[in-house]
């Protein structure tokens, strides 16, 4: 299959999120009543336990193959050695941790684990034929690639639990799912990473990997040390208070990471391969990316910001008192996220991973010491705190991804005044009749719905009215599904 256009691919990407998330809710609900909570409570203990293992196995070569200026024999088999060998180190460190004597995890989970440790080295083919297709824009064989491992997921799953094989079944689907898309992807690329392993020559392989291993596991690190702080120094009520709000967050997240930034990453790589038009091609492409995204994002995150109070009274009912007022905060350090996630594409396609590594240990410094001095005051200021952590970081990534390109920080000023104009135009009316309806007293679902009823055309009219560039990109991208379209 040929590569596709960026928005085409964009419409791949999106389209596999959405499909995906159907299909997982709806397997969720299925088995939901089949198992008992006990049972999906060993299975999810298992699987963070597996989550993490297959992170550290992996190494962050995904980046490597995407990212590597050719990916000829030797490479590859560097790529399968280190896969091969930190998927087997991190499954030894894992029969440790369930050997009885030492065992981290209760007799059940600890079956469950041994049950999908297969999976550690699936993943290492899994991983390199997905980020293979991912560096040759085959966005559309992903889409049916990880369609087909949730069917064999549920496939396997659903039979398995209503012959009574309990938290075994979803075990079992899941090495019988990591084993579909790993097969699947040694076939879509040919058998490209099908290669005798071979680490000579592998140190710079292993230099890039590790060094962007440790920005991952910094910033995961992050993630996880303000909930854990919060639970040890405030006490679980308050972490129950704030983990609620921090779940919106969360959830955002993951809607950017798994649609925008999949799409952006082959595209940037591709033109920073090409020294001659590095430069060139990547500083407008960077001020595009930064003003088109945050038109699209930060319009989103400051309404929910203003309809936050009956946002959390509809989805998690009236006795979260704190959670809108949390809620507020971290978004407002959430509107750093887009800026942050575009520029830490192009500083690692401009190979600036180093300093990345640096500023991600200082964003795990200061998270820490700011929640552990805040904590002892209030949850809203530990939230302060991480939002201005959050906003410092996406600063510096920019500037990180900036001096390479020969940007100013006029120009991304400038190229974010437009996306701050559309903002403006998309919050104010919805202030205005949120506001109105909230003082009324009318129930929180009219709320939502006059506020989505009125964001949508005021967002529509910024971009036309400001000419914000994203309406070009609009447009084009329209043109281009409408020629590719059958018929």
Request: charge should be positive; proline fraction near 4%.
């Amino acid at each position: 299959m040929a590569a596709l256009t960026f928005h085409r691919s964009l419409a791949w990407v999106f389209g596999q999120f959405v499909v995906m998330l159907a299909i997982e809710l709806g397997g969720l609900a299925v088995l939901a009543r089949l198992l008992t909570p006990v049972e999906l409570g060993w299975y999810a203990a298992a699987l963070a336990v597996l989550e993490f293992a297959r992170f550290l196995g992996a190494l962050e070569l995904h980046t490597v193959i995407v990212r590597a200026d050719r990916l000829d024999l030797a490479i590859r088999r560097q790529v399968v050695a280190l896969a091969l060998g930190a998927s087997g180190v991190v499954a030894l460190l894992l029969l440790l941790v369930t050997f009885p004597g030492w065992a981290l995890l209760d007799e059940m989970p600890r079956e469950l684990l041994l049950v999908m440790l297969p999976v550690l080295l699936l993943n290492c083919y899994a991983m390199t034929g997905h980020a293979l297709l991912l560096r040759e824009k085959r966005f559309d064989t992903l889409f049916f690639l990880k369609i087909a491992a949730a069917v064999v997921f549920l496939a396997l799953a659903i039979p398995l639990a209503l012959s009574g094989a309990g938290a075994q079944a979803m075990a079992v689907a899941m090495v019988g799912s990591s084993f579909a898309f790993a097969l699947l992807s040694v076939i879509a690329t040919r058998g490209a990473f099908w290669v005798r392993p071979s680490f000579r020559g592998g140190a710079e392989t292993a230099r890039l990997g590790g060094t962007v291993m440790a920005i991952a596991i910094s910033h995961h690190a992050t993630l996880a040390a303000v909930p854990l702080l919060v639970g040890r120094i405030a006490g679980y009520a308050a972490l129950g208070q704030f983990s609620r709000a921090d779940d919106f967050i969360r959830h955002g997240r993951r809607v950017l990471e798994d649609t925008v930034l999949p799409a952006i990453v082959p595209f940037v790589f591709d033109a920073a391969r090409d020294a001659e038009v590095r430069v060139e091609e990547l500083r407008p492409r960077l001020l595009v990316a930064l003003s088109n995204l945050t038109a699209v994002t930060w319009p989103g995150i400051v309404v929910v910001i203003i309809v936050s109070p009956p946002l959390v009274d509809l989805l998690l009912g009236g006795q979260w008192g704190d959670v809108p007022a949390l809620l507020q905060i971290l978004a407002v350090g959430f509107l750093a996220h887009p800026i942050n996630a575009v520029a830490y594409v192009y500083a690692i396609a401009l190979r600036r991973e180093a300093v990345l590594a640096w500023m991600s240990v200082a964003v795990l410094v200061a998270t820490v010491a700011l929640t552990i001095a805040l904590a002892q005051i209030g949850l809203v200021e530990v939230a302060v705190g991480v939002a201005a952590v959050q906003i410092a970081h996406g600063v510096g990534r920019v500037a990180i991804a900036m001096r390479p390109l020969g940007i100013s920080a006029l120009a991304v000023l400038r190229a974010l005044c437009a996306s701050a104009g559309v903002t403006a135009m998309t919050a104010l009316p919805v202030l205005e009749v949120s506001g109105w309806l909230m003082q009324a007293g009318q129930p929180s679902f009219v709320v939502l719905g006059a506020a989505g009823v009125v964001a949508a055309p005021a967002w529509f009219a910024g971009i036309v009215l400001l000419r914000h560039p994203l309406g070009v990109e609009i447009k084009r991208a329209l043109a281009t599904l409408r020629s590719t379209s059958p018929g």
